[in-house]
């Protein structure tokens, strides 16, 4: 069993997706968005951010912290803020001993739809889907934070099937039996 914690970042709007993984079994423990109030300096909105995570870290001990990795063309201001809450973020994380991943967002897609160009409803609704929630998640932020830590702890199953598919073709060109 594993714990993920999925991180869509951003300053005024942070999700976080809390999942349970158990084989190819996923469910929600907790999602949500810590919202923070424009008006508050940055360093105020970045400590109240790191707050929350640090709180939820505690609270659901994920081993695993999957964060959204988002790259902007144009817009220099937000860009900033959401790579100064993804840093505070992966300091929550560290400092909860938990250990960071990045995925794009066309990886995210690939992961929960199939599809790296999956518009924003199909990804709601198959993280639903994915999940046996009742209906799709919402807020958005916290959708797509689900859909992170889903990516990842999809991943991660695929990553121990690969080390254990190495170690047995390693075992096989040695002449030993596998397993």
Same mark, same amino acid.
């Given at each position: 069993?594993?714990?993920?914690? *999925?991180?869509?970042? *951003?300053?005024?709007?942070?999700?976080?997706?809390?999942?349970?993984?158990?084989?190819?079994?996923?469910?929600? +423990?907790?999602?949500?968005?810590?919202?923070?109030?424009?008006?508050?300096?940055?360093?105020?909105?970045?400590?109240?951010?790191?707050?929350?995570?640090?709180? +939820?870290?505690?609270?659901?001990?994920?081993?695993?912290?999957?964060?959204? !990795?988002?790259?902007?063309?144009?817009?220099?201001?937000?860009?900033?803020?959401?790579?100064?809450?993804?840093?505070?973020?992966?300091?929550?994380?560290?400092?909860?001993?938990?250990?960071?991943?990045?995925?794009?967002?066309?990886?995210?897609?690939?992961?929960?739809? *199939?599809?790296?160009?999956?518009?924003?409803?199909?990804?709601?609704?198959?993280?639903?889907?994915?999940?046996?929630?009742? !209906?799709?998640?919402?807020?958005?932020?916290?959708?797509?934070? +689900?859909?992170?830590?889903?990516?990842?702890? *999809?991943?991660?199953?695929?990553?121990?099937?690969?080390?254990?598919?190495?170690?047995?073709?390693?075992?096989?060109?040695?002449?030993?039996?596998?397993?």
């Amino acid at each position: 069993m594993q714990v993920v914690m *999925g991180i869509d970042p *951003g300053a005024a709007n942070l999700g976080f997706g809390i999942v349970r993984v158990e084989g190819n079994h996923m469910v929600a +423990l907790d999602g949500g968005v810590v919202e923070t109030p424009p008006e508050l300096a940055m360093s105020e909105r970045l400590h109240r951010i790191h707050r929350a995570l640090a709180e +939820l870290i505690a609270w659901h001990e994920p081993m695993a912290m999957a964060i959204e !990795e988002v790259y902007f063309g144009k817009n220099v201001g937000s860009a900033m803020a959401v790579g100064r809450a993804s840093g505070v973020a992966m300091l929550a994380a560290a400092q909860g001993r938990v250990e960071c991943f990045g995925y794009t967002p066309q990886a995210i897609k690939m992961a929960v739809c *199939g599809s790296g160009g999956a518009g924003k409803d199909q990804v709601q609704r198959m993280v639903g889907t994915l999940l046996g929630l009742p !209906e799709p998640p919402s807020p958005d932020h916290a959708a797509d934070a +689900l859909a992170v830590a889903i990516c990842h702890g *999809g991943s991660s199953g695929r990553r121990a099937a690969v080390r254990a598919g190495e170690e047995e073709a390693t075992a096989l060109a040695a002449g030993r039996p596998a397993g």
